[in-house]
Each structure stands twice: as structure tokens, then as C-alpha cells.
């Protein structure tokens, strides 16, 4: 599984009966996303005897390697960097969310059940003058490496340009960057650089 998916609400689902024994075991309201995820990719390997693998495994070349990956240096912006993977690290401990945008040292936002997209769309509206600010995306803390890691494609970088941002922070080995090739030339030609960070060290 990469990016995201709408978490539905019970009264959206019509569940069968396994799947509603499996619902009703895990708490589906009482589970933050990884916390969820995790539930049900056991669920499934109980049921069915498979075992569940995190897309990385197959495509390993999906996974952010540690350094600038673009022609546009983020040396300038580390400072919210640094700050932006402490807020996302706390965020993950709460099982809330991986991604917070940091403008100059201030917090514009920080995600929850939205998603990225919509982070970036509100952050906008809240942009102060001067640099753009730094999208950060790390891994949960305690997050299953086999779903739902931190993930940047071209819509992402489109709609980071659109919002006026000045790059984006993922962290090195536990996050996805899809179409890698792409995504850091919309990356080069908007001038937003893309960076992959130790988020237990911020020293990339």
C-alpha cells in the first residue's frame, strides 16, 4: 500500500461476517492509523496464512535515500527542519500523524486524519512573508514498516509549488519517494529541493 487512503467510518462499511469479527476485536474507533493497520494486517495473516510484506520489500528502490536528491541545496532551511522532525516525531508517538509544515520557526500545520495534500492546502493560507516554509515527513516511532510509510510523489511536489513552499524532509530509509525520477525534476524545476534526513540525527 502507498499513499493515502480515506479512512472510512463504521456506517460507511458493510462488513462481512470475518470482517466484522475483526472489527469488532480490534476496536476499529479506538485505533489510531498504524495502531489499525497493523490490527488488520495480522487479522489477515491469521485468517489466511499469508504473510504480509511492505511494498519496499519488492520495489526497493522506492525507499528515500539520505541526502539531497535534487539540484536545490536545503542547508538553509535545516533549522526548521530540525524543528519540523521533532513536532512529527511527537506526533507519531500519539499514533496522529508523520507529516508538519515549519515556516521560519513558526508550526503552519501539522497533519491528522486530512493527509498531506490537504495539510499543504491549509498551511497556504497561513504562509508568512519571507521563505517558504519546509515540508517534514518522518516514520512513527513505533510504526509497522509494512504499511503506511511517509510518502512523496509529483502531487505532492505540485502542490507544494502551488502553496509555496521551499522543499520537503523525508526521512532516509522509512519513507517512499514514487516515479523518484519525476518527482525530483518537478522538484528542480519549481526550485524546491528534496532532501532524505536521519530523523534520529537531522544531520543530512
Do not use: W, Y
Not at 513536532?87 to 513558526?106: F, M, N, S, Y
Not at 498551511?123 to 510518502?151: C, E, H, I, W, Y
Amino acid at each position: 500500500m502507498i499513499g493515502r487512503v480515506r479512512r472510512p467510518s463504521l456506517i460507511e462499511l458493510k462488513p462481512d461476517f470475518l470482517a466484522l469479527k475483526v472489527l469488532t476485536k480490534i476496536g476499529f474507533n479506538m485505533l489510531g492509523d498504524d495502531a489499525l493497520l497493523r490490527a488488520v494486517g495480522k487479522a489477515i495473516e491469521d485468517e489466511t496464512g499469508m504473510r504480509v510484506i511492505g511494498a519496499q520489500e519488492i520495489f526497493t528502490d522506492l525507499l528515500t535515500p539520505l541526502g539531497q536528491l535534487g539540484k536545490i541545496s536545503h542547508t538553509e532551511a535545516m533549522d526548521d527542519i530540525m524543528r519540523g522532525v521533532g513536532i512529527a516525531r511527537d506526533l507519531g508517538k500519539l499514533d496522529i500523524g508523520q507529516a508538519v509544515i515549519v515556516q521560519q520557526g513558526i508550526i503552519l500545520g501539522v497533519e491528522a486524519v486530512e493527509g498531506t495534500d490537504a495539510l499543504i492546502a491549509r498551511s497556504a493560507s497561513l504562509r508568512r512573508a519571507g521563505v517558504g516554509g519546509v515540508l517534514v515527513k518522518v516514520a512513527k516511532p513505533q510504526q509497522d514498516n509494512r504499511f503506511d510509510l511517509p510518502t512523496v510523489g509529483p502531487e505532492t511536489i505540485n502542490a507544494m509549488a502551488k502553496a509555496g513552499l521551499r522543499g520537503v524532509a523525508l526521512e532516509a530509509g522509512r519513507s517512499l519517494l514514487i516515479e523518484r525520477e519525476k518527482t525530483i525534476a518537478l522538484a528542480d524545476e519549481a526550485g524546491l529541493f528534496v532532501v532524505g534526513i536521519a530523523a534520529d540525527k537531522t544531520d543530512a
